[in-house]
């Protein structure tokens, strides 16, 4: 049985002020507890549009014409397209404090959250830093932790790791998947790493033009390859190789399940081949 | 294959006690296409600001074209080296795309004419020939990436040097940038890419140099320093996922680092 949607949207609408188009139309979703959902779409396409809508700063914090509905009850996080210009605190101590303040913790508290969420992002020691002289990356970093700290039920992410290097990066999926695991905590993330989103995500929306084109399951998903060419999208290497060499007659037609991952290919691969050398 | 930048034990440290470089020396040939990698805080960004002297070593030397960059101002310097932001936004001041292009040549007192004509030249090759008029500040993070990129052609530099260029970017806006960069370097732009994107790497660069903590751990073609599995681990970097396959599998060396590369060895035929 499925659980209830902890957050919906129900034919929303919505055109930014001054606008000649809608940014968001006809938009329909539900998020359950424990999913991993997520965004991908061109530029402009209304992906921030959408976290925005979702996080309920849109329309509260926006001017233009909102219609339709949204309703949750659960708890929310965001982590912002452009940390930077969030950034309030002289510390990176602070900066996480005046969330973790916001949500009515106490101090002792919030000195135990700062410390482990530090440690969760990779910037152990970076207390009493400014944010503001970072590295990119670890600016991003701060502005995950800070989402992190009070523990939100749904996260909304947007382009968190697109500074990050490669490790840091998967090591930004993997803690959201655990969080989703230990926590049940529901998590958007719209991303253009493709690669990684095929492996971490259960769930894909692919934005355009405001709308949502495709919300499939991941494997489902990527499997729609021509539609995600025609919109721009990156369909993973590991994917498109996938479909190159069972074409090419290199891997068999069955099993029909789509590999997400290097490993999943390579594993489909070396079966392929001990079937043909057996066959000899 | 002639010298045009030049680190002998090179040393910066921020305000903060510890050093962020620590000991960079390396030289950069005239017409290379090199990649620069690594994990965040690396100092990836600290090395590049060193190539146009913004930053100059508090130990050790970087010299352009033999010339000590201590001796030099970063608009002299800027003849020769150009340095694009990690982000466009914290190099982009003007109300109007051309004024932002025009500012650099005009600071340089190019006359009316020759300002005109490099300008239209720097706005065509990035392809925004049509957007002048345009307002840098309404239009995508694409688009304002490749403002600052014909700001910095506009200078007619010999180097150019990348922070970051395809972050933020949809694929066909990386597209269009790498296709840029390509032609850059064709036209005979010594290119410095600063990145984390390994398929990038993969597929542009001829010449990797990989840092860690301050300092360069590896340096050699994408082949070589994609084999070694340690130093890249310890750098936070991750192979194309094209050769972590080949790797899986079992193929045989030299393992292919592009699709196009992995297509033709798997199937024998090319694209
Ligand atoms: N303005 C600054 N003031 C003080 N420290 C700084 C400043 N800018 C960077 N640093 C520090 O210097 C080190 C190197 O930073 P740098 O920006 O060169 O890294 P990077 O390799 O470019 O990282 P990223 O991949 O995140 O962009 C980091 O530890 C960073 O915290
Ligand atoms: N604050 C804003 N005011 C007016 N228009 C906006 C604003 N933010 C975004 N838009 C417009 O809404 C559309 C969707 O933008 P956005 O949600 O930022 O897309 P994405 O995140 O997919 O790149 C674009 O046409 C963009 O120009
Ligand atoms: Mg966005
Ligand atoms: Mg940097």
Not at chain 1, 17 to 39: K, Q, R
Not at chain 1, 132 to 157: C, D, N, Y
Not at chain 1, 261 to 272: N, P, T
Not at chain 2, 67 to 89: G, I
Request: hydrophobic share 40%; proline share 5%.
């Amino acid at each position: 049985m499925k659980k209830e949607p902890l957050l919906q949207a129900r034919e929303v609408h919505w055109q930014y002020e001054d606008t000649a188009a809608p940014s968001l139309a006809n938009v329909n979703l539900d998020l359950y507890p424990g999913e991993v959902v997520g965004v991908v779409g061109p530029a402009a396409a209304g992906k921030t549009t959408l976290l925005l809508t979702l996080s309920g700063l849109i329309p509260a914090n926006y001017a233009g014409h909102f219609v339709g509905e949204r309703k949750t009850h659960a708890e929310l996080g965001i982590v912002f397209q452009d940390p930077e210009t969030q950034f309030i605190g002289l510390t990176v101590e602070e900066e996480l404090a005046f969330s973790l303040e916001n949500a009515g913790f106490t101090d002792t508290q919030i000195e135990h959250r700062i410390g482990e969420v530090l440690e969760l992002v990779g910037l152990k020691g970076f207390a009493e830093r400014s944010p503001f002289e970072l590295s990119g990356g670890e600016k991003q970093r701060v502005a995950i932790a800070s989402a992190l700290s009070h523990a939100p039920q749904v996260l909304l992410l947007d382009e968190p790791t697109s500074e990050l290097d490669p490790l840091g990066a998967r090591e930004v999926f993997s803690l959201v998947r655990r969080l989703k695991q230990e926590n049940e905590m529901t998590i958007v993330v719209s991303s253009h790493a493709t690669e990684e989103l095929a492996s971490f995500c259960d769930r894909i929306i692919l934005v355009a033009e405001g709308r949502i084109v495709l919300d499939l399951p991941v494997r489902e998903f990527f499997s729609q390859v021509d539609i995600l060419d025609t919109h721009g999208i990156f369909v993973p290497e590991v994917i498109r190789l996938y479909f190159m060499l069972r074409e090419a007659g290199v891997l068999p037609e069955m099993p029909d399940v789509l590999p997400l991952d290097v490993e999943e290919l390579s594993r489909l691969y070396r079966e392929a081949q001990l079937v043909r050398e057996g066959s000899w | 294959m002639s010298t045009v930048i030049a680190f002998e034990d090179v040393w910066y440290g921020y305000e903060t006690e510890t050093p962020v470089l620590k000991g960079v020396s390396l030289t950069i040939g005239r017409g290379e296409f090199i990649a620069i990698i690594g994990g965040n805080g690396s100092g990836k960004t600290t090395l590049a600001k060193h190539c146009n002297g913004l930053y100059k070593p508090i130990k050790g030397v970087v010299t352009v074209n033999g010339e000590d960059t201590r001796d030099r101002s970063v608009a002299q310097l800027s003849k020769t080296v150009a340095y694009c932001y990690q982000n466009p936004d914290h190099q982009i001041f003007h109300q109007t795309v051309k004024a932002e292009v025009s500012f650099g040549p005009k600071n340089r007192g190019l006359p009316a004419a020759e300002i005109e004509q490099v300008v239209n030249e720097a706005l065509a090759a990035v392809g925004l020939a049509h957007m002048g008029d345009a307002e840098p500040y309404f239009t995508s993070k694409g688009t304002r990436q490749k403002i600052a990129v014909a700001s910095i052609l506009a200078m007619r530099p010999d180097v150019i040097v990348l922070d970051e260029p395809t972050t933020g970017l949809d694929y066909r806006g990386m597209q269009e940038m790498l296709e840029l960069v390509r032609r850059l370097h064709e036209s005979g732009h010594t290119i410095i890419v600063i990145t984390h994107d390994m398929r990038l790497v993969a597929e542009y660069a001829q010449r990797v140099i990989v840092m860690q903590q301050g300092k360069v751990v590896c340096d050699g073609s994408p082949a070589q320093v994609f084999a070694e599995p340690q130093i890249l681990a310890s750098a936070q970097v991750v192979p194309p996922a094209i050769y972590r396959f080949g790797k899986a599998s079992g193929l045989a060396d030299p393992i292919p680092l592009t699709y196009a590369a992995m297509k033709k060895m798997l199937t024998g035929v090319g694209d």
